[in-house]
Protein backbone atom coordinates (compact mmCIF):
# COMPACT_ATOMS: atom_id res chain seq x y z
CA UNK A 1 0.00 0.00 0.00
CA UNK A 2 1.63 3.47 -0.55
CA UNK A 3 1.95 5.42 1.98
CA UNK A 4 -0.03 8.11 3.52
CA UNK A 5 0.53 11.69 2.44
CA UNK A 6 1.59 13.89 5.01
CA UNK A 7 -1.18 16.90 6.26
CA UNK A 8 -0.87 19.85 4.78
CA UNK A 9 0.57 22.38 6.17
CA UNK A 10 -2.06 24.44 8.42
CA UNK A 11 -3.47 28.43 6.90
CA UNK A 12 -2.19 29.84 9.43
CA UNK A 13 2.01 28.09 8.42
CA UNK A 14 1.16 28.86 5.01
CA UNK A 15 0.05 32.59 5.73
CA UNK A 16 3.23 33.39 7.84
CA UNK A 17 5.68 31.95 5.95
CA UNK A 18 3.92 33.86 2.30
CA UNK A 19 4.24 37.11 4.98
CA UNK A 20 7.89 36.23 6.34
CA UNK A 21 8.44 36.11 2.15
CA UNK A 22 6.88 39.31 1.20
CA UNK A 23 9.04 41.10 4.00
CA UNK A 24 11.40 40.13 3.09
CA UNK A 25 11.14 40.71 -0.60
CA UNK A 26 10.50 44.25 0.39
CA UNK A 27 13.22 44.27 3.05
CA UNK A 28 15.91 43.74 -0.26
CA UNK A 29 14.07 45.99 -2.47
CA UNK A 30 14.02 48.97 -0.23
CA UNK A 31 16.94 52.45 -0.06
CA UNK A 32 19.48 52.45 2.60
CA UNK A 33 17.58 55.69 4.18
CA UNK A 34 20.21 55.90 7.61
CA UNK A 35 22.61 57.92 5.92
CA UNK A 36 23.16 60.42 8.51
CA UNK A 37 22.67 63.80 7.06
CA UNK A 38 24.02 65.65 10.09
CA UNK A 39 26.74 63.54 10.80
CA UNK A 40 27.88 64.62 7.48
CA UNK A 41 27.58 68.05 8.13
CA UNK A 42 30.36 67.61 11.15
CA UNK A 43 32.25 65.66 8.91
CA UNK A 44 32.58 68.96 6.61
CA UNK A 45 33.35 70.70 9.26
CA UNK A 46 35.92 68.54 10.63
CA UNK A 47 37.60 68.75 7.37
CA UNK A 48 37.44 72.64 6.44
CA UNK A 49 38.80 73.17 9.24
CA UNK A 50 41.45 70.68 8.51
CA UNK A 51 42.18 72.16 4.93
CA UNK A 52 43.92 75.18 6.22
CA UNK A 53 45.87 73.27 9.12
CA UNK A 54 47.50 70.84 6.41
CA UNK A 55 48.23 73.59 4.17
CA UNK A 56 50.59 75.41 6.72
CA UNK A 57 52.45 72.42 7.68
CA UNK A 58 56.01 72.85 6.64
CA UNK A 59 56.61 69.14 5.46
CA UNK A 60 54.80 65.82 4.05
CA UNK A 61 55.13 64.08 7.22
CA UNK A 62 53.54 66.18 9.17
CA UNK A 63 50.72 67.43 6.63
CA UNK A 64 49.93 63.33 6.69
CA UNK A 65 49.35 63.94 10.51
CA UNK A 66 46.67 66.25 10.50
CA UNK A 67 44.83 64.48 7.46
CA UNK A 68 45.25 61.58 9.05
CA UNK A 69 44.02 62.73 12.17
CA UNK A 70 41.55 64.36 10.78
CA UNK A 71 40.21 61.41 9.33
CA UNK A 72 40.10 59.60 12.68
CA UNK A 73 37.71 61.83 13.79
CA UNK A 74 35.55 61.90 10.81
CA UNK A 75 34.93 58.14 10.91
CA UNK A 76 34.16 58.69 14.40
CA UNK A 77 31.72 60.89 13.94
CA UNK A 78 29.92 59.83 11.18
CA UNK A 79 29.69 55.81 12.32
CA UNK A 80 28.51 57.02 15.56
CA UNK A 81 25.53 59.65 13.73
CA UNK A 82 25.16 56.78 11.79
CA UNK A 83 24.41 54.17 14.46
CA UNK A 84 22.09 57.03 15.92
CA UNK A 85 19.84 57.01 13.38
CA UNK A 86 19.35 52.86 13.01
CA UNK A 87 18.92 52.67 16.65
CA UNK A 88 16.12 55.83 16.51
CA UNK A 89 14.19 53.91 13.23
CA UNK A 90 14.65 50.38 15.24
CA UNK A 91 12.87 52.03 18.54
CA UNK A 92 12.36 49.38 21.17
CA UNK A 93 11.10 46.76 18.08
CA UNK A 94 12.56 43.56 16.88
CA UNK A 95 13.93 44.83 13.70
CA UNK A 96 17.12 44.29 13.07
CA UNK A 97 19.97 47.01 13.29
CA UNK A 98 21.39 46.11 10.28
CA UNK A 99 18.75 45.90 7.65
CA UNK A 100 19.21 44.27 4.11
CA UNK A 101 20.16 47.38 2.75
CA UNK A 102 22.12 48.70 4.94
CA UNK A 103 24.25 45.70 4.77
CA UNK A 104 24.39 46.21 0.77
CA UNK A 105 25.35 49.75 1.13
CA UNK A 106 28.43 48.88 3.70
CA UNK A 107 29.40 46.00 2.10
CA UNK A 108 29.37 48.46 -1.06
CA UNK A 109 31.33 51.22 0.50
CA UNK A 110 33.92 49.68 2.90
CA UNK A 111 36.07 48.14 -0.70
CA UNK A 112 37.13 51.34 -1.88
CA UNK A 113 37.93 52.73 1.58
CA UNK A 114 40.40 49.78 2.45
CA UNK A 115 41.85 50.25 -1.01
CA UNK A 116 42.59 53.61 -0.30
CA UNK A 117 44.17 52.54 3.03
CA UNK A 118 46.42 50.23 1.70
CA UNK A 119 47.32 52.72 -1.48
CA UNK A 120 48.12 55.60 0.74
CA UNK A 121 50.42 52.70 3.04
CA UNK A 122 51.92 51.60 -0.17
CA UNK A 123 52.31 54.93 -1.47
CA UNK A 124 53.95 56.76 1.67
CA UNK A 125 56.07 53.45 2.43
CA UNK A 126 57.24 53.51 5.73
CA UNK A 127 60.16 51.58 5.56
CA UNK A 128 62.12 54.42 3.35
CA UNK A 129 62.69 58.08 4.54
CA UNK A 130 60.39 60.72 4.27
CA UNK A 131 57.79 61.65 1.94
CA UNK A 132 57.87 62.51 -1.66
CA UNK A 133 55.93 66.36 -1.82
CA UNK A 134 53.76 65.80 -5.35
CA UNK A 135 52.76 62.80 -3.08
CA UNK A 136 50.89 65.37 -0.65
CA UNK A 137 50.76 67.69 -3.05
CA UNK A 138 48.36 65.76 -5.76
CA UNK A 139 48.78 62.08 -6.04
CA UNK A 140 47.17 61.82 -2.31
CA UNK A 141 44.34 63.97 -2.37
CA UNK A 142 43.38 62.85 -5.79
CA UNK A 143 43.39 59.13 -4.53
CA UNK A 144 41.56 59.73 -1.53
CA UNK A 145 38.54 61.58 -3.29
CA UNK A 146 38.28 58.98 -5.97
CA UNK A 147 38.58 56.20 -4.14
CA UNK A 148 35.63 57.82 -1.74
CA UNK A 149 33.95 58.75 -3.88
CA UNK A 150 33.91 55.77 -5.67
CA UNK A 151 32.29 53.51 -2.59
CA UNK A 152 30.04 56.42 -2.11
CA UNK A 153 28.71 55.94 -5.80
CA UNK A 154 28.25 52.40 -5.38
CA UNK A 155 26.87 52.51 -1.98
CA UNK A 156 25.02 55.16 -2.88
CA UNK A 157 22.80 52.33 -5.42
CA UNK A 158 21.13 50.84 -2.74
CA UNK A 159 20.61 54.54 -0.91
CA UNK A 160 18.50 57.83 -1.74
CA UNK A 161 19.45 59.70 -4.70
CA UNK A 162 21.40 62.15 -2.97
CA UNK A 163 24.36 59.94 -1.86
CA UNK A 164 25.01 58.61 -5.48
CA UNK A 165 25.37 62.59 -6.59
CA UNK A 166 27.40 63.15 -3.86
CA UNK A 167 29.83 60.36 -4.93
CA UNK A 168 29.92 61.76 -8.42
CA UNK A 169 31.14 65.12 -6.99
CA UNK A 170 34.30 63.17 -4.77
CA UNK A 171 34.72 61.34 -8.68
CA UNK A 172 35.27 64.92 -10.43
CA UNK A 173 37.32 66.75 -7.75
CA UNK A 174 39.49 63.45 -7.52
CA UNK A 175 40.52 63.48 -10.93
CA UNK A 176 40.59 67.22 -11.01
CA UNK A 177 43.44 67.02 -8.19
CA UNK A 178 45.27 64.45 -9.93
CA UNK A 179 45.38 65.49 -13.58
CA UNK A 180 45.10 69.52 -13.41
CA UNK A 181 48.48 70.85 -12.62
CA UNK A 182 47.05 73.84 -11.19
CA UNK A 183 44.26 72.11 -8.64
CA UNK A 184 45.29 72.64 -5.21
CA UNK A 185 45.26 69.09 -3.19
CA UNK A 186 44.18 70.90 0.01
CA UNK A 187 41.43 72.94 -1.67
CA UNK A 188 40.19 70.16 -3.58
CA UNK A 189 39.84 67.99 -0.44
CA UNK A 190 38.08 71.03 1.11
CA UNK A 191 35.80 71.07 -1.56
CA UNK A 192 35.25 67.61 -1.38
CA UNK A 193 35.50 66.48 2.25
CA UNK A 194 34.03 70.34 3.37
CA UNK A 195 32.05 71.67 1.00
CA UNK A 196 30.18 68.66 -0.20
CA UNK A 197 29.60 66.67 3.01
CA UNK A 198 28.13 70.24 4.37
CA UNK A 199 25.79 70.24 1.08
CA UNK A 200 24.50 67.27 0.76
CA UNK A 201 24.74 66.52 4.58
CA UNK A 202 22.02 69.30 5.10
CA UNK A 203 20.00 67.90 1.70
CA UNK A 204 19.93 64.61 3.30
CA UNK A 205 18.93 65.64 6.96
CA UNK A 206 15.94 67.68 5.61
CA UNK A 207 14.38 65.39 3.65
CA UNK A 208 15.15 62.08 5.14
CA UNK A 209 15.15 62.23 8.95
CA UNK A 210 18.30 63.68 10.31
Do not use: C
Not at 69 to 96: E, F, L, T
Not at 140 to 152: D, E, I, N
Request: positive net charge.
Amino acid sequence: MAAPLSDPPALHDRALQDLSFIRRTMEGAASFTDVPGWGLVWVGVVAVVAAPMAHRQPDPQRWLAVWMAAAAIAASIGGAAMYAKMRKRVGNGSARLLSVPARKFLFSFWPAILAGAVLTFALVDPYAPGIQPHLTARVLPGLWLLLYGMGVTTAGTFSVRAVPLMGFGFITLGVLALFVPAADGDLMMALGFGVLHLVFGVRIARRHGG
